[in-house]
């Protein structure tokens, strides 16, 4: 069961993702339970946005960075995240709200055999 991750990304995810890299480049996600936006998921242009020892990477998502605040991570740590799109208003600052849609966080608790494989994979600080 190698093939075990932190975070995913639905086919209509990927595809937002795609086409705002094709708008505006390399791009990293960044979920922080901020004030502003709640904890969804934001994403930037990469080097918009930077990430410190605070956060950690989760993983890629479409081959973008997918970092999270370690605040966050406490409390999601026994989930996988799957980031999906629905309609509406994104993030204030994520670049998908001119697009008429929204990142969205859903998550499901791992399996006793995901868990044992990601007990022993540690996540990586940024920074």
Same mark, same amino acid.
């Given at each position: 069961?190698?093939?075990?991750? %932190?975070?995913? =990304?639905?086919?209509? =995810?990927? !595809?937002? $993702?795609? !086409?705002? %890299?094709?708008? /505006?480049?390399?791009?990293?996600?960044?979920?922080?339970?901020?004030?502003?936006?709640?904890?969804?998921?934001?994403?930037?242009?990469?080097?918009?946005?930077?990430?410190?020892?605070?956060?950690?990477?989760?993983?890629? $998502?479409?081959?973008?960075?997918?970092?999270?605040?370690?605040?966050?991570?406490?409390?999601?740590?026994?989930? /996988?995240?799957? $980031?999906?799109?629905?309609?509406?208003?994104?993030?204030?600052?994520?670049?998908?709200?001119?697009?008429?849609? !929204?990142?969205?966080?859903?998550?499901?608790?791992?399996?006793?055999?995901?868990?044992?494989?990601?007990?022993?994979?540690?996540?990586? !600080?940024?920074?």
């Amino acid at each position: 069961m190698n093939d075990v991750s %932190r975070v995913s =990304a639905t086919d209509a =995810a990927l !595809r937002l $993702i795609e !086409r705002l %890299r094709e708008k /505006h480049g390399s791009l990293l996600f960044h979920q922080s339970g901020g004030c502003c936006d709640g904890s969804s998921p934001m994403c930037y242009p990469r080097g918009e946005f930077l990430v410190g020892g605070s956060d950690v990477k989760l993983g890629e $998502i479409g081959g973008v960075p997918f970092y999270m605040s370690v605040s966050q991570f406490e409390y999601w740590q026994h989930t /996988h995240l799957i $980031i999906d799109v629905v309609p509406g208003r994104g993030g204030m600052f994520s670049l998908e709200g001119p697009e008429g849609l !929204r990142f969205l966080t859903r998550s499901r608790l791992y399996s006793d055999d995901e868990w044992a494989v990601l007990e022993d994979m540690p996540v990586e !600080r940024a920074g």
